[in-house]
């Protein structure tokens, strides 16, 4: 049927809606679509649905649009306004009235980048879950983009394209092996049709939105995902390099099962085959429609690559995108090669669990070292010579080792270890086996003779062992099927001339999956496949059992390190600025990136005497040389520490233990409390933060108040935090104080706990007198006061070695993480003799790792240094001069609201307005902080309302580079865009 004009579409909109709008045609399968501008602007889609359109899938699409509306605001759909009926050429039809929703559709975008990909997965993985609680009765009709139903379309296949009709009639007749699993997986709800013209780009080049539910069924969610993956493939160079990110952005916002990985392949093939059949069917009864062979162009693209994959790598390359094993039985086959029941032979004369071998390195070098490698072993004493595996090597130079596509990577990266020994040593079987497959393969640079042997786990379990570089005369003296027995001779080592022109050595490559392959089994691949492929050939040195391996260290990119952290780390662990940095050394003050960029880390009070300090590094590394055990036995570096640590607190702070963290020290200075005084409840000051164990989030105000916290537990009371800068009684310490009397009204408390300069908070120091008269509260209850050291302590406040001093309070307890073992795990508990004695109620204080000697090495050199290199002084200098900068930039930057702290703990709350104080937005924060980045200077943020600018450097800062900083945050403030005052 001819479809109507756009003036008959606009005017249809007028009669039926009230839109008074232009209207522009849109292509449809067999509705008619128009975009509505109204002055000028797009406004509206008109839908004109075609007269056999069931009404209940029109029903269908209403409801499902409604649901997501309503349950799931993040996920982009149109809104459906209004709906009417229409008559056209004597057919009755239904007109439906969308909002228009701004984006250019992903066909038209141009090339994704990898951001992109993934942002479609997790859109994709938004409006499953939306569509998760979603039922309606027509999800289950008969329709032919349903996968579960797809093997009734084999019936059209004889109307496709013939070079395409044996892929469509494999994939579909393997339908009916999948269903049992397809089925066993819950069903829901799935928008099933993300393909390249449903798919809206923002500006930002992220997901705008996704169009048109008409194809919404009933089956397991991998399907719609399937859907996305076989459509993102379209157009691209590598189709299965620009799937794996978007499955990647899917597993991340909705993890994905490796039940459901095991399908996926299968199920993106079914989808690219039900669009062959059902645009070859549409065509035939529709031919004028060039709208039903949109795509494909692109789905043969994709048809044609897919086939050249071999569908378990396929399936190992998905897994390995989210984070899993690729190859699930490698495990099983290592851990039995790894065992006693696996009893390998040599596979060469050679003892090589005795015989050092010379290690050659290949990284990086030239024809001429190459030939002459055999007079290298041979003049070098060692018996034979180990070529490395998982060796990125330059020496693959021949087309045989070229990009398989444009731009793709070239083979470099060996997967077996090569042992050089003279042509026509003889090679041996490790294990009783068989032979797989035999053959010679002359090209320049391949194998040479080659034989591939099957051998079995004692439960059965099959890999198998290439070795090549053999002899010719393998050929006739093996063959497939051949039972060979451990130890047996197989071959000899081939000369340059029958080996591929290399100099004589035996290449060993173990493999648990053949991939439907046999002697042609690659040797070297990309680098950019290396995680999937470690997992199809391990290390081989699980069977040769040479003493050290020589695996040389993964080299990997910034994108690579990001990408395999979103896969093998949990998400709850965030990174810094919006471009991370691929920090690789520290020096001083300093961090150093990959490329050698050196950045002034004004954030990490960790690395408290610098960054690599050369007197720490030299301690742990001579402790770790003699021993390291625990705190059971008489050992002097423990002792020595603990008497130099408790000499720099006040009377009557005397007894130490040892933990590994900051968190571990505050959660036993807690369970101290608690058995001390009988009591539960513990007095915390308000946005405080003292640790990620349970007991300590409990405590901390900064996380239980803020996104995924409960709220206080009950036994924890929240006292008035006092703030000079925003609190309601300025600078009156005494006058918060009043808030710990009143918590201990009731139920008298176990402990007030404090950070005596409070971090998490705003870099905020307790306002004068707070400290001495909460004290004098929480005493008079009975309770026992805890100072949080962990942050401020270890003379960075620059006037006392302890913040607490300052305040001229004396604590019961006080507990210290972080700058103790300058980026060392370590942590300690100080307290009093009485304390520690009541704490002894039988029940034993073990810590395994907490206090063991190289730990304790590296605490005693951070308090040589400090006391050597008088950090704390310099903390003093230092901090006053970067105040008195700061301040300054407080006369010419009005976003700066208050500059505080001590010496080199400080702040700059950032405010939109100073008469108010109220905090600058987050999105203006964080742009000095990504400014002064950018300008090489790191910063962080901190607070209740991420607006505290927290400057904690190591204490080696230097005068120079507080004038950087000061330049840096001047400039930062300046491109962030504030107002000059």
């Not at 756009?6 to 839109?19: E, Q, R, Y």
């Not at 000899?492 to 991939?515: D, I, S, Y």
């Not at 002034?600 to 001579?622: E, F, K, T």
């Not at 943020?941 to 204490?955: A, F, R, S, Y």
Request: charged fraction near 20%; proline fraction near 7%; aromatic fraction near 6%.
């Amino acid at each position: 049927m001819t479809q109507p004009s756009a003036a008959l579409l606009a005017s249809w909109a007028t009669d039926l809606f009230g839109v008074t709008a232009s209207a522009t045609l849109l292509p449809g399968e067999l509705d008619w679509n128009a975009r509505l501008d109204v002055e000028g602007a797009p406004a509206y889609v008109l839908k004109v649905h075609h007269p056999a359109t069931d009404p209940s899938v029109l029903a269908l699409q209403d409801a499902v649009l409604e649901h997501v509306a309503l349950t799931a605001p993040r996920v982009a759909v149109p809104r459906l306004l209004a709906t009417a009926g229409v008559s056209f050429g004597g057919h009755a039809r239904r007109a439906r009235l969308l909002e228009w929703l701004p984006g250019t559709v992903w066909a038209d975008a141009g090339p994704p980048d990898e951001a992109r990909l993934r942002a479609l997965g997790a859109t994709v993985a938004r409006l499953d879950a939306a569509l998760a609680g979603f039922d309606h009765p027509a999800l289950d009709r008969p329709y032919r983009w349903n996968m579960r139903q797809a093997a009734a379309l084999l019936g059209d296949a004889p109307f496709v394209d013939e070079a395409l009709r044996p892929f469509v009639h494999t994939t579909l007749s393997r339908l009916d092996e999948l269903l049992p699993a397809l089925s066993a997986l819950p069903q829901q709800a799935i928008h099933n049709d993300a393909n390249e013209h449903n798919v809206l780009v923002g500006s930002d080049s992220g997901i705008a939105g996704l169009l048109d539910v008409g194809d919404v069924v009933r089956a397991p969610r991998v399907c719609g995902l399937a859907v996305a993956l076989a459509y993102a493939q379209f157009g691209q160079d590598d189709p299965m390099a620009a799937a794996l990110p978007v499955l990647a952005g899917y597993h991340a916002e909705s993890p994905v099962t490796p039940q459901e990985l095991a399908l996926l392949p299968d199920l993106v093939d079914v989808r690219l085959a039900m669009s062959v059949v059902n645009a070859a069917v549409q065509r035939r009864s529709d031919p004028g429609n060039s709208y039903l062979a949109i795509s494909q162009t692109a789905v043969r693209g994709a048809i044609e690559s897919i086939t050249r994959e071999p569908r378990e790598l396929r399936e190992a390359r998905f897994r390995d995108a989210c984070g899993y094993r690729p190859i699930p039985r490698e495990r099983r086959i290592v851990a039995w090669l790894q065992s006693a029941a696996c009893d390998p032979a040599p596979v060469i004369d050679r003892n090589l669990a005795a015989d050092p071998p010379l290690v050659l390195d290949w990284t990086h070098t030239d024809a001429a070292t190459i030939a002459a490698v055999e007079s290298k072993v041979s003049a070098s004493g060692h018996t034979f010579g180990l070529g490395r595996y998982r060796e990125d090597r330059d020496v693959y130079r021949s087309d045989a080792f070229a990009p398989s596509q444009a731009g793709g990577q070239a083979r470099t990266v060996h997967l077996g270890v090569d042992l050089f020994v003279p042509a026509g040593e003889p090679v041996f079987s490790p294990l009783d086996g068989t032979v797989r497959s035999v053959a010679y393969r002359s090209d320049p640079y391949d194998y040479g003779g080659v034989v591939l042997l099957e051998h079995a786990t004692d439960d059965g379990e099959p890999f198998w062992l290439l070795i090549g570089h053999l002899g010719r005369e393998i050929v006739s003296s093996l063959t497939p099927g051949q039972r060979v027995r451990r130890g047996d001779r197989i071959a000899w080592v081939g000369v340059p001339a029958e080996n591929g022109n290399w100099p004589p050595h035996v290449h060993v490559q173990l493999f648990v999956t053949l991939l439907g392959r046999s002697t042609d089994l690659p040797g070297v691949i990309e680098r950019e496949n290396i995680d999937v492929w470690e997992s199809i050939c391990p290390d081989p040195n699980v069977l040769l059992r040479l003493p050290v391996s020589h695996v040389p260290a993964r080299d990997r990119s910034k994108s690579e390190l990001a990408r395999r952290r979103r896969a093998n780390l949990a998400p709850v662990l965030s990174l810094s600025y919006a471009d991370p940095l691929h920090i690789v050394a520290g020096e001083g003050a300093y961090l150093i990136d990959a490329d050698g960029r050196r950045y002034l880390d004004l954030v990490n009070n960790v690395a408290h005497v610098g960054h690599g300090h050369p007197r720490v590094v030299s301690a742990l590394a001579a402790q770790a040389e003699l021993v390291n055990t625990n705190t059971r036995y008489l050992h002097g570096t423990i002792i020595e520490y603990a008497r130099r640590l408790a000499a720099t607190f006040p009377d009557p702070l005397s007894v130490v233990i040892l933990t590994n963290s900051g968190s571990e020290a505050n959660d036993l200075a807690l369970r101290m409390a608690r058995t001390v005084t009988g009591r539960e409840h513990v007095l915390v000051l308000d946005s405080a933060y003292h640790g990620n164990l349970s007991s300590l989030v409990e405590l901390s105000p900064y996380k239980f108040n803020r996104a995924g916290g409960n709220g206080p537990g009950p036994r924890v009371r929240v006292c008035e935090l006092p703030d000079a800068y925003r609190g309601r009684y300025g600078a009156d310490g005494p006058r918060y104080a009043t808030d710990v009397a009143a918590h201990c009204a009731g139920a008298p408390p176990a402990a007030f706990l404090h950070e005596s300069i409070l971090g998490c908070a705003g870099q905020i120091e307790p306002a004068p007198g707070y400290l001495v008269a909460a004290y004098a509260g929480a005493r008079e209850a009975g309770a026992l006061c805890i100072a949080d050291e962990v942050q401020c302590g270890f003379g960075r406040v620059g006037s006392h070695m302890w913040a607490f001093e300052a305040h001229d309070v004396v604590p019961d307890i006080v507990t210290l993480g972080k700058p103790i073992g300058n980026g060392h795990p370590l942590g300690a508990v100080v307290t009093t003799p009485a304390i520690a004695r009541a704490f002894q109620t039988g029940m034993e204080y073990f810590n395994t790792y907490g206090g063991n000697p190289v730990s304790c090495a590296a605490g005693l050199a951070v308090l040589d240094v400090l006391r050597d290199e008088r950090l704390m002084a310099h903390a003093a200098e230092i901090g006053a001069y970067l105040t008195a900068g700061m301040t300054e930039l407080a006369t010419r930057h009005s976003i700066i609201g208050d500059v505080r702290g001590r010496g080199l703990f400080l702040g700059v709350d950032l405010v939109e307005d100073r008469n108010t104080k109220r905090p600058a937005a987050a999105d203006a924060a964080a742009r000095v902080v990504e400014s002064a980045r950018e300008d090489g200077v790191l910063l962080s943020l901190d607070g209740p309302h991420g607006n505290v600018l927290k400057i904690k450097p190591p204490l080696v800062l230097t005068r120079a580079d507080a004038e950087i900083a000061l330049a840096t945050l001047d400039r930062a403030l300046a491109m962030a865009g504030d107002v000059t005052a």
